[in-house]
């Protein structure tokens, strides 16, 4: 699992390459911790490389979103692959997260507010 | 055509650690035995479905959310109790039992999650989008999950 963030203007872009699995979820936790401890709150989180994802997983995104929204900030997604996206439709959770087709979108709707 | 049928029963300590790895050795085993039947079978088009990958993700997670479960609601993370897995696979359907030596729950009146943005309550949820049939014994400390080879009844035979 790597978690690699860059930043574009007032906004963090944070990429996920590999899986959320348990043995790869503490990695997570301590990365969006810092996140969410950090001054910027606009984050765009892009899936693109991440494979795979489970409830427990899910979770862990709902926990950090709950966190940046109460400090006025929000996470997008981006970049979902077919499988993620399916889950996220079966979930719900699309009509909980703000999901675009890719980075530059994402980035830009927290530019144009 | 050839008929086949295959099995596998295995135990385990309920513990977190082992959820990846059992979950990952499951899925290839079952991935390499239908592989193995649609090379022999290559010019018999009913006989197993042309996507190889319907053994994916959507089984991946299905298996990883039932050992969840069987290990933290079932067992309670108590590594001295057992999670078992096993599964049967014949030319129709792929069979899993999951099964935990906790005290089961009320799966007749189980809802998922009551708040869209819960943070927990979703791997029956999933579970029950990818497989075709799921059965729980009556205390509710096992389950079946059943999905049908080539004639899938989901939608998401893709997933």
Known sequence: ?113 | MILFENQLYLEFPAKRDYIDFVSNKVVSSINTIAQEVHSQNITDELTMSQDLNIFGFGMNLSIDEALKNAIVHGNKSDPRKKVALSYYINSEKLEIIVRDEGIGFDHKNYKSLAEVDAEAGRGLLLIGNFMDEIIFNDPGNEIKMIKYLGKSKTAREDF
């Open chain 1, 1 to 113: 699992m790597e978690i690699t963030t860059k930043d574009c203007n007032d906004v963090k872009v944070v990429s996920f390459k590999g899986r959320i699995v348990y043995d790869t979820e503490e990695i997570v936790k301590r990365e969006t911790e810092k996140l969410v401890k950090g001054p910027v709150k606009n984050l765009v989180f892009n899936f693109g490389e991440l494979t795979y994802i489970n409830s427990s997983g899910l979770g862990l995104l709902i926990n950090v979103l709950k966190q940046v929204r109460a400090a006025k900030g929000d996470v997008k997604l981006s970049n979902l692959r077919p499988e993620l996206m399916e889950l996220f439709k079966i979930t719900s959770l699309n009509s909980v997260f703000d999901i675009s087709p890719d980075e530059e979108t994402a980035v830009n709707k927290f530019i144009k507010k």
